[in-house]
């Protein structure tokens, strides 16, 4: 538990991200992706529905022992609730109303955002279209670790609580890389948001609140679902930037682990995702892939080459344009 990572930087390099040159080539190959584009019908009614089963729990859990309010807050509500992050992912593509209707999914994702109980949608938002205009991009990119973390998180036991922690420093982690001015919409956010935690402790008591916020907290941390977290862009093999998962817990998850094709066409919701791959099989069959998050996060706090280093990272040329 104490052999320490070897890696002592990140995986710099000098080209450019493979997203946009792969797109461009199966666009040419294969026009018809084209029309996968656009919005998700069905993605608002799914969100309104995720929304109501929160709010069913919400009152069920008022009048349980506390033993089985944590019990179904890491049974059942963490897995709601870190699904609704993922949710509000796919409203940050504009996919519930579309581009015509920008406001739209901005106060949709605050709707969306409800349950979760942290003020998350306007500043996601902002932070992970940089992550795909410049992935791995150093000052920009904010879903790559800092020095800390890479420096300090370099045994097995402490990437095991790393991977504990990961909300906290997913919260942090925007204000040491890339801290931006606080816009109107995420102070509508965190009002909308304190607003309606109030009104559920004053209605139903503390329990519910303790399974909203703690279901966030832990469906982040060490969950099946956070495996995603690793699995997305952390250089499990060199080279190497972006990994597919094609298990089942895409179900959940809005085809998030589809994300090599999420990276090669991020407009296209991800109840499509699965199409992409399907009509272009050889740009995504031969890439590495998983088929289990679980043995993602097992292998990375057991593998002794990993760390919170173990991704690339790239100084950005030209002018940068952000959210």
Do not use: Q
């Given at each position: 538990m104490g052999n320490r990572v070897g890696r002592e930087d990140y995986e710099w390099v000098y080209t450019d991200q493979p997203h946009a040159d792969r797109r461009k080539e199966i666009l040419a190959k294969y026009p018809e992706i084209k029309s996968l584009m656009g919005p998700d019908q069905r993605l608002k009614w799914i969100v309104c529905m995720m929304v109501g089963i929160q709010f069913l729990a919400f009152y069920l859990v008022k009048d349980l022992d506390w033993k089985w309010v944590l019990f179904w807050t890491y049974a059942f509500g963490s897995c709601i609730n870190h699904s609704m992050t993922l949710a509000i992912h796919e409203i940050s593509h504009n996919t519930a109303?579309?581009?015509?209707?920008?406001?739209?999914?901005?106060?949709?994702?605050?709707?969306?955002?409800?349950?979760?109980?942290?003020?998350?949608?306007?500043?996601?938002?902002?932070?992970?279209?940089?992550?795909?205009?410049?992935?791995?991009?150093?000052?920009?990119?904010?879903?790559?670790?800092?020095?800390?973390?890479?420096?300090?998180f370099c045994t097995r036991l402490r990437k095991f609580v790393w991977i504990i922690l990961q909300p906290l420093f997913y919260a942090v982690r925007p204000l040491c890389i890339n801290p931006k001015p606080v816009s109107q919409l995420e102070l509508t956010n965190v009002a909308v948001q304190l607003c309606f935690d109030v009104?559920?402790?004053?209605?139903?008591?503390?329990?519910?609140?303790?399974?909203m916020l703690a279901g966030s907290m832990l469906g982040m941390g060490l969950h099946p679902i956070s495996g995603h977290f690793i699995a997305e862009h952390y250089m499990f093999l060199k080279g190497h930037e972006t990994y597919s998962y094609?298990?089942?817990?895409?179900?959940?998850?809005?085809?998030?682990?589809?994300?090599?094709?999420?990276?090669?066409?991020?407009?296209?919701?991800?109840?499509?995702?699965?199409?992409?791959?399907?009509?272009?099989p050889e740009y995504y069959d031969d890439l590495p892939q998983y088929t289990s998050w679980v043995r993602v996060l097992y292998d990375f706090i057991t593998d002794d080459t990993l760390s919170p280093y173990s991704r690339i990272k790239r100084k950005l040329k030209g002018e940068v344009k952000q959210e």
């Open positions: 109303f579309g581009n015509n209707k920008a406001m739209w999914n901005r106060y949709f994702a605050m709707f969306a955002n409800l349950p979760i109980g942290l003020p998350y949608s306007a500043s996601f938002k902002r932070y992970h279209l940089d992550h795909h205009r410049y992935l791995g991009g150093d000052g920009i990119d904010v879903d790559i670790p800092t020095d800390f973390e890479g420096w300090f009104l559920l402790y004053w209605t139903w008591g503390a329990k519910p609140v303790v399974y094609y298990g089942c817990l895409n179900l959940l998850t809005f085809n998030v682990g589809y994300h090599n094709e999420h990276h090669d066409f991020p407009s296209i919701p991800g109840r499509r995702l699965p199409l992409v791959k399907r009509i272009a």
